[in-house]
């Protein structure tokens, strides 16, 4: 029995591999908008993943920059609060992600 586990094993560290290489091979931009009250947003596009794989991205950046946000569902973006062009390129590489400034 335990070798079936190893070979499980074997399959989610190389399916999990593959993810990454998905990850690595999208190119995502960042800009920011002006909305109501001249207040900026961040918007990060270019995704190409499964809309919890980006909704959880997007919990991980809004995390690491204190700041609220959401999941355009229909675009598959990510807009949060502020202008944080400096930081977002950053933290998106540290995940795996090609960004284009």
Excluded: C, W
């Excluded at 995502?28 to 270019?46: A, F, H, M, N, Q």
């Excluded at 690491?64 to 946000?69: F, K, V």
Aim: no cysteine; glycine share 8%; proline share 2%.
């Amino acid at each position: 029995m335990a070798g079936n586990d190893d070979e499980l094993d074997d399959l989610l560290d190389e399916l999990d591999s593959q993810g990454d290489l998905e990850t690595s091979q999208q190119v995502l931009s960042i800009r920011t908008e002006s909305r109501r009250y001249d207040k900026p947003v961040t918007i990060v596009e270019g995704f190409d993943l499964s809309k919890a794989e980006i909704e959880s991205t997007a919990s991980d950046l809004k995390s690491a920059l204190g700041t609220g946000g959401t999941v355009a569902d229909d675009e598959g973006r990510i807009e949060l609060q502020g202008d944080h062009r400096d930081r977002v390129p950053e933290l998106l590489r540290d995940r795996g992600f090609d960004v284009r400034e």
